[in-house]
């Protein structure tokens, strides 16, 4: 009886430690898994909203990320790397911190924003250094000029909802600007988004160009592509 | 305790043996500018010394043997200091005495130097001259250009220059590479990749060396050994 006793006891406190647990680690949850959500808010997210980036000291944690991105954070116009300049500080701490989480996937960035390379305080930092850099070096632009093509299917796809006419984005809701990207990493997104590879796609996103053919997407990135930088219109 | 210390003792003493062979070796003799050979000769004989040096003098001495005494060492597998930022080789010599960087020579030359010394012997370096090597290895300075200027896009290693600086000048946190012996760049390249040098900053460098591969590094340790400091 004793024994039994004791053995039931041990259980329960097992089992209470093992829910415990489940409250307190996070775990991620990827596009096309079950509970996923999209733009879930998770506690890393939270916290780096909550605090105050510092642009100086985000100038020098940026450092580490110059081998890809480049000195004027342009990245490289093969677009192998994107273009960070000018993008909303809080899509740039969406993407940070889902990558960190595991939720989207980005092996070859990974090592170098996980713990200990990037602290939760720097990833604000470097969002908000680099929300106020200026650099409109060139970026890379499709073979051949497919504009006509892209806009009409950026308006009739009613991509603008979320990017916006001037494919500006939308800082407040972490839409991102998409205007001025490289046309490569512009391909190369939206074809992880929809094949559900990258881990965060939006499934309205999904659902919007899930009939797109390659040379439908072709036609977009180039588009956008060859939009001015946003900032440039005012 | 009286048995290490006695091990310790004939270590030490053998460490002073090999060092007086090497200041009167013809080959230090040969590497050496002629005042720096004829300074070292004074110290291996103390019997007769010429000139008195300084305590300081005779560290650098210690130093010199295998730095060289202006800090850029001309034996392939041993670093050049000289022009490294100040406080990167004290957190070197400080990682060594730690045992959170260890190397054969480094780690039982490191225990007869007092941490006291670290600023003076820092100091010292860090204000001689760079030289910078050459090379006539067309193919692999035009491929360690790219590794170093664009990283490996296969494999997304980063470029070198993001953050040792356009011209691998580096500075406190990143080290100073124009100039570097190759031998060493790429010893220590091996080190990070394996894990063996792990007092990296952040793990950053180990990371990069993972997605080199050893082509990549002879390339890249080749193109740096060349390079000059920006004008």
């Known amino acids: ?122 990833i604000g930092d470097i969002a908000e250094y680099l929300s106020t850099l200026t650099s409109y070096r060139e970026n890379g632009k499709g073979p051949e000029d497919l504009s006509a093509k892209g806009e009409k299917l950026f308006m009739t796809n009613k991509c603008y909802t979320c990017h916006g006419k001037h494919g500006e984005g939308n800082a407040e809701k972490s839409y991102p600007a998409v205007a001025a990207q490289h046309y490569g990493y512009l391909i190369r997104e939206m074809n992880l988004i929809r094949t559900g590879v990258r881990g965060n796609s939006n499934p309205d996103m999904v659902k919007a160009i899930a009939k797109f053919k390659q040379s439908d997407m072709d036609a977009v990135a180039d588009y956008l592509s060859r939009l001015p930088d946003y900032r440039t219109l005012h | 305790m009286k048995c290490k210390y006695n091990f310790e003792y004939m270590q030490m003493r053998a460490l002073f043996a090999l060092f007086g062979m090497l200041f009167m070796s013809p080959i230090y003799a040969e590497a050496m500018p002629p005042n720096a050979a004829a300074a070292s000769e004074v110290a291996a004989t103390p019997e007769a010394p010429a000139v008195a040096l300084s305590p300081f003098e005779e560290r650098l001495q210690l130093c010199a043997g295998c730095h060289n005494p202006d800090g850029n060492s001309i034996i392939p597998e041993n670093p050049k200091l000289a022009g490294l930022d100040k406080k990167y080789i004290r957190r070197q010599l400080e990682a060594f005495k730690g045992g959170d960087r260890t190397n054969p020579t480094m780690s039982s030359i490191i225990t007869m130097v007092d941490p006291k010394e670290f600023e003076d012997l820092a100091d010292f370096f860090s204000k001689q001259k760079r030289t910078v090597g050459t090379s006539d290895k067309a193919d692999l300075l035009g491929q360690g250009r790219q590794v170093f200027e664009e990283g490996v896009i296969g494999t997304g290693a980063p470029a070198c220059m993001g953050c040792h600086g356009e011209d691998g000048s580096g500075d406190a946190k990143f080290p100073r590479l124009n100039g570097q012996n190759a031998q060493y760049v790429v010893n220590q390249l091996m080190n990070f990749k394996s894990g063996t040098r792990a007092n990296d900053a952040k793990g950053l460098m180990r990371a990069v060396a993972k997605r080199l591969n050893e082509q990549e590094m002879a390339a890249v340790a080749e193109y740096m050994s060349t390079l000059k400091e920006a004008e």
């Not at chain 1, 940026?62 to 300049?85: I, N, S, W």
């Open chain 1, 1 to 122: 009886m004793k024994t039994i006793l004791s053995a039931v006891i041990v259980l329960l406190f097992g089992l209470q430690a093992t829910v415990a647990q489940a409250a307190d680690a996070y775990v991620p949850k990827v596009y096309g898994k079950k509970g996923y959500v999209w733009d879930e808010m998770t506690p890393e997210r939270v916290q780096v909203l909550k605090q105050k980036g510092d642009p100086v000291n985000g100038k020098e944690a940026f450092r580490g990320c110059q081998g890809c991105h480049k000195a004027d954070a342009a990245g490289v116009r093969e677009g192998v790397y994107p273009r960070l300049t000018g993008q909303h500080a809080s899509v740039l701490i969406k993407q940070i911190t889902e990558i960190r989480a595991g939720i989207r996937k980005n092996p070859k960035m990974l090592p170098f924003v996980q713990d200990p390379a990037i602290s939760v305080q720097e």
